[in-house]
């Protein structure tokens, strides 16, 4: 694709030389690091929930913007290989990898799940041919990007597929089910897939606000939600068109993680209180219903490999006792900092303070709605110090409470009397929120917690697609 020259990855090759093999704590900072065996988990869980469920799957992977943990999203295998991006960079370095699939067997999808505009049609009819037909799918929610649409058939004589775009109160794109302008636009499409220039694949929804859940019945219900915004469009659909098969594309990190709850043992009375159970019980009947309907399911997530603590806040699934699925242990994206200064007795009731080398450009600046900081310092490199007994709403000790463009400055919070960090000390920080922290690195050098002893050894490094 020509637009990555544009972006040129980092060199590999030349990454592995310098990494591989050192110490986290010799590495510049801020130094952006997965952990293997956490991604490996967090992967493998979603592949066995939507396998065991018979749900179909499309991965997003704008968080990471990685060809290795595209891999992991995708698993092994010869089924279909769906993948969602964001931007069209991450579209064009992503191909390489499809075509990879698509010469063993695979059927590959790519869904540029922005909505349509002039400006991308270029780029996508080169995508378009390169994948070839039923490769590349387009997201619409308005009548006028549907000339664009058009567009792409005419450059490259390849029927686009089409995801319309379906607001279930989000408010962030997406056209409301059940409206004049939701008919008006189906109408559309469906006249255009008669005369063989479109082809109407799904119906799409994103829970964008169960990013503010807080307990597993919220995550439950948004998932519904999205499901049944859905088999509305696709019962007025089916009333014009009865034979026409659509899939049913919902999700966002906390709603399709949920899915999960579904394979608790639900005659324990403890792993499903009351309200949790009326929320899946409620679930699944929306599911038969959808199947009644002969549309195909399909969910779909992104920051569920990584995790950070906006994820671990909504406590979509049990956070602690036996059945516990969704833990500070499952947070695979850290970012190194070092300590550049301590400032005794600065802060609130005479704590300290210290400052770090990480701020906004490093961390991202997305708030988390459990507490009021930009990220909690992990006990990596800090003698005596356990992990987190509590959820974020009730951390105590070392986070990251102001923050501006480099700058971070560590306050205390909580009762006990905080630990002394020390001039040039290396931490570990949970973001709150893994796509944006990781946006300002090119590469992520990566670690892997199994290997005992060995813990802190940098074993590989993955460049980042960088731009747009």
């Not at 310098?18 to 510049?28: N, R």
């Not at 909505?115 to 995508?127: G, K």
């Not at 059940?178 to 109407?200: D, I, M, N, P, R």
């Not at 608790?264 to 159970?277: N, R």
Request: proline share 6%; hydrophobic share 40%.
């Amino acid at each position: 694709m020509a637009a990555t020259s544009y972006y040129p990855l980092s060199s590999k090759k030349e990454l592995l030389k310098h990494f591989v093999g050192k110490s986290l704590k010799d590495v510049a900072t801020p130094a952006a690091v997965l952990d293997l065996s956490k991604l490996k988990s967090n992967c493998s869980r979603m592949l066995e929930a939507v396998d065991t469920l018979k749900f179909g799957w499309r991965a997003h992977i704008k968080t990471h913007k990685t060809t290795e943990l595209t891999r992991l999203q995708v698993g092994g295998g010869l089924g279909p290989v769906n993948i969602i991006v964001s931007t069209l960079i991450e579209a064009e370095n992503v191909v390489p990898l499809l075509l990879e699939y698509k010469a063993v067997g695979r059927v590959v999808n790519l869904l540029y799940s922005f909505p349509m505009t002039p400006a991308a049609v270029e780029r996508l009819s080169l995508i378009s041919k390169v994948l070839g037909p039923n490769g590349l799918s387009l997201m619409v929610d308005h009548p006028d990007q549907l000339p664009a649409v058009l567009a792409i058939h005419s450059n490259t004589s390849i029927v686009p597929q089409i995801f319309l775009k379906i607001d279930m109160g989000a408010r962030r794109a997406g056209v409301a089910p059940q409206t004049e302008a939701c008919s008006s636009l189906l109408s559309s499409l469906l006249s255009f897939e008669s005369a063989g220039k479109v082809h109407l694949l799904g119906l799409y929804a994103h829970a964008g606000q169960s990013y503010y859940g807080s307990r597993r019945s919220t995550a439950l219900d948004l998932l519904r939600q999205e499901f049944e915004a859905l088999l509305v469009t696709a019962s007025a659909v089916h009333s014009v068109a009865p034979s026409k098969h659509l899939i049913l594309s919902v999700g966002a990190t906390p709603t399709t993680t949920s899915i999960r709850n579904l394979l608790i043992d639900h005659e324990d009375a403890d792993a499903t209180p009351t309200v949790e159970g009326k929320a899946i019980a409620a679930l699944r009947a929306t599911i038969a219903a959808i199947r009644e309907q002969k549309c195909a399911i399909e969910v779909h997530a992104g920051v569920y490999p990584t995790l950070d603590i906006q994820q671990l806040s909504t406590h979509a699934l049990p956070t602690e006792g036996p059945h516990a699925m969704l833990t500070w242990n499952d947070l695979a994206l850290t970012i190194v900092a070092e300590v550049a200064s301590v400032y005794p007795s600065r802060g609130k009731n005479g704590t300290p303070e210290a400052l770090i080398g990480s701020g906004t450009l490093a961390l991202g600046r997305e708030p988390c709605k459990a507490y009021e900081g930009w990220g909690i310092l992990t006990p990596w490199n800090r003698p005596g110090v356990d992990m987190p007994s509590a959820g974020p709403e009730n951390h105590v000790g070392w986070h990251v409470g102001r923050i501006s463009q480099e700058h971070g400055i560590l306050v205390w919070s909580g009762e006990g009397n905080p630990e002394e960090l020390s001039v040039g000390q290396k931490v570990r920080v949970w973001p709150n929120h893994a796509c944006v922290a990781g946006a300002g690195f090119g590469w992520y050098v990566i670690v892997d917690e199994t290997r005992v002893g060995r813990e802190d050894e940098i074993i590989d490094v993955w460049p980042k697609w960088r731009g747009w």
